[in-house]
């Protein structure tokens, strides 16, 4: 097996073992990515000179840190000084920050070798970049953190930093088939990340398999004795159609349904959730919230020249933004206290909520596909984990998005891990 | 009177009826600089020559929002690109960021006038800048917003921008007698100010009067109907000691009490508030999580070069937050969700709750004073506000302290303001 195909875990214990270099498995992944990249077209930079120059210095040091000489792809968003960060937007081409983003240093703490930067839409916003799914390259592979998605998706490169304020790192992830996990809010530093809605902001990862992000979290926060902390009990799952099930494609609709079927018959137990009618406002206070947080922190790329410079949809998300009231701004964060206490109350007894991921499989390359079935979880703060799950009618990959209750995170993981475990077992 | 004298408000409404004009009021803060500065130290960067010529355009033009030609002090912990941005470190001496933080092209879009930098301590942390209280200049500004506090306490600027992660907006406000307001944790926009610990950063206002609280507020968000957000009811008082009244100085403690007895015989009704035992774990709390986040959030900066250049005290916090374990961090972030909804319940007959705001008088320069009264409602994240009220054994001013419910800032605001109304009527 080339060793690109390893997952993140896997290349964390082959380096260990000293089965493989860090060098060999950098330039597997390198040597992936000239062959497959004019198509998926994943990233903006790579410094392959560089990338090697990191990975022959990992293999000739003691192991570091958690990710020893493994590479991690960094989504355009986040500020790196030695590669240049576009964030998706010519006002921003070649542009060099003076400060590395917190995330990026303690990766390269862990011992991980930086890749390069993955394709972000403009600003984490709407306009695609050119990426494409790799299970069809006429496919989005979703947005904003397409490049991550399609890259890990794709064998290029084994985890990548994504970002999501509405749906950014739970429906690529679920478009290219691989694992986004998007963490309670506020639990990673966003330094050096630049800010869309400082209330929905969120920093994540992309995997291929839900053991990589336990190891992804061990880097930015520590070591975590995560299987300790929980007594050993049954997940107690739910299943939740959400106030938007009506939005679902039929083969997203036919996939939840059979999964709690299925898990039920398997003895995991899913009990249906209920919300209350309040929840059906949240998507829209959500595109209120982000849009007015927006408007205020783009002033500066809204001004000319910049502005010519912008995407039409990023434009308009700004001019939304001002149309925003400050009055409908704090009445909007008061009413969003009331939902979060209402969800964990909703939530109390659930270990993970079954929800969908996407309304279906990845639309036409035009557009980055709905956020309808995330704008939820990233208003409410929650953490968020997409796991692939199954083929659409048109072969590409679906995803089955479990969420928990806020700073459950780990539990959340453990119990997804279950599941994998399980669709990996052959039901499904 | 020299333009200089005139609050933030005054300022406003002579600008906008042609009673002073923009040069005129910066001119007369430059001139109260170059008269004070030499003793107090609260500036790091001026250029003279562009503030005035920025001035005289603001003149030339129509009024384009509510801070017209009103010229603004910005700590030095937030990105300009006009203008030097060190953090008050060596590392970053004669540093250019790339971007303008986005509160820097709010207070911008909205007309005012970037008068310069203004004095923080070492990463906002503990090593104290040069700044000198105007009050007497053998002791502390408080910190870490120390040169926005005591510019703003010696006329040489209306308004300036403090942030807060322990108590750095409340204590040095205090200190130098003015106000300060730390608004509910995540309502401004955090977009190039350099983060120090992500749960808590929260970035305010130094002004002279609650009222300019108000039109500051308003540059950052929009305009408030704020009166009438409101019923016009009496306002409920809170009075409470905190776990740690046993810290505070004689002068504070009668301070507050004469306080809270001329308030009730006043008609303003205060009730004595008691806490849980708990509570007086938030302090350590505090402590524990912040060094946590800091820890991880200063990797790059902790990395030689550039650690020989931290100075002692920044390198030992960054050491303690390392010691802090992930599971101790997650412990914390469910202990504090906790201790959030605890205080939420507490205070929801208050619309604002007195507390002292720092241990007594500015201690001596050689420190920036103790957080002791101003930890936990960063922890906590809801607003807080100290106006000056009278002075301690030393003639230097004290301050009161008034916290409120979480996203209640406008009604807190308004207390207050009724409050210092009281306060100048001759009482205490």
């Not at 494609?249 to 939840?256: D, H, K, N, V």
Request: aromatic letters at 8%.
């Amino acid at each position: 097996m080339n060793p690109n195909m390893l997952s993140l875990s896997e290349a964390v214990e082959a380096i260990g073992a000293r089965k493989v270099t860090s060098v060999e498995l950098v330039q597997a992944c390198l040597d992936r990515i000239d062959e497959r990249d004019s198509g998926v077209k994943a990233w903006t930079q790579i410094d392959r000179k560089a990338v090697l120059e990191e990975a022959r210095s990992r293999d000739d040091e003691a192991p570091v840190g958690p990710l020893h000489g493994v590479p991690v792809g960094i989504k355009d968003i986040i500020d790196t000084v030695h590669l240049p960060t576009e964030y998706g937007s010519q006002i921003y081409r070649g542009y060099r920050p003076g400060r590395e983003a917190a995330c990026v240093s303690l990766v390269r703490r862990a011992g991980a070798v930086i890749l390069g930067k993955t394709v972000t839409t403009e600003f984490a916003m709407f306009r695609p970049g050119p990426t494409a799914n790799p299970h069809a390259l006429d496919r989005t592979p979703g947005g904003s953190s397409s490049g991550s998605a399609a890259a890990v998706a794709d064998f290029q490169v084994p985890a990548a930093f994504g970002t999501q304020t509405a749906g950014s790192i739970i429906r690529p992830a679920a478009f290219c088939g691989v694992v986004g996990y998007k963490p309670s809010f506020g639990t990673l530093s966003l330094d050096g990340v630049k800010p869309l809605a400082q209330t929905l902001d969120t920093l994540g990862f992309i995997t291929r398999t839900v053991r990589d992000q336990f190891v992804m979290r061990s880097a930015l926060l520590g070591a975590e004795r995560n299987p300790a902390l929980f007594a050993q009990t049954k997940p107690r799952l739910g299943f939740f159609q959400t106030p938007f099930w009506s939005a679902t494609a039929p083969e997203t609709r036919q996939l939840l349904e059979q999964t709690a079927r299925q898990l039920s018959e398997s003895g995991f137990g899913v009990e249906e959730v209920t919300c209350p009618a309040s929840f059906g406002n949240l998507n829209e206070m959500h595109a209120n919230l982000m849009a007015f947080e927006t408007a205020r922190n783009y002033v500066s790329e809204y001004e000319e020249p910049n502005r010519s410079l912008l995407d039409e949809r990023s434009r308009q998300a700004i001019e939304t933004g001002w149309t925003v009231s400050a009055d409908d701004y704090q009445t909007m964060r008061v009413e969003l206290g009331q939902a979060r206490l209402q969800f964990a109350e909703l939530a109390r007894d659930f270990d993970a909520i079954m929800v969908p991921a996407t309304v279906g499989e990845a639309p036409p390359i035009e557009s980055t596909g709905d956020p309808v079935f995330n704008r939820m979880w990233s208003l409410l703060g929650v953490p968020a984990v997409t796991l692939p799950a199954g083929r659409g009618p048109n072969g590409l990959p679906l995803g089955v998005q479990f969420v928990g209750r806020y700073d459950t995170d780990l539990r959340l993981l453990q119990v997804c891990e279950d599941v994998e475990r399980w669709l990996a077992g052959g039901k499904g």
